[in-house]
């Protein structure tokens, strides 16, 4: 059963960093693009970043470019959300999906499986 596990999330403060992390059981991570995604509290779910089965990252929100970056673990079936220089805006349940295109694509649709989420929060 294909399933995704988001973890490391947690209270800090503006300024400060985390790594969430998106463990994949039950498929070959090898062959998915992997998505993160952000809802804040009132919020529509937005696209935070994406990395495709081939390792190339595509930014969904402007808002995070050059703060958070995405890496992948293949090996640990792991993709990794790090996020630098974090700001209250930035506080929300991240999820993290999978998609069976090798390419990051722009569609929630594409995005099969979701894990649970995480909780971030970075009080003003």
């Known amino acids: 059963q294909l399933q995704l596990v988001e973890s490391g999330g947690g209270l800090v403060q503006p300024g400060g960093s985390l790594r969430l992390s998106c463990a994949a059981s039950g498929f070959t991570l090898d062959y998915y693009s992997i998505g993160w995604f952000r809802q804040a509290p009132g919020k529509e779910r937005e696209g935070v970043l994406c990395?495709?089965?081939?390792?190339?990252?595509?930014n969904y929100a402007d808002s995070v470019k050059g703060r958070f970056s995405i890496s992948r673990d293949n090996a640990k079936s792991t993709v990794y959300l790090q996020m630098n220089s974090l700001k209250p805006e930035d506080t929300a349940i991240y999820y993290c999906?999978?998609?069976?295109?090798?390419?990051?694509?722009?569609?929630?649709?594409?995005?099969?499986?979701w894990g649970q989420g995480t909780q971030v929060t970075v009080p003003s």
């Open positions: 990395i495709s089965a081939s390792g190339d990252s595509l």
């Open positions: 999906a999978a998609s069976g295109w090798d390419y990051c694509s722009t569609t929630v649709a594409a995005f099969g499986a």
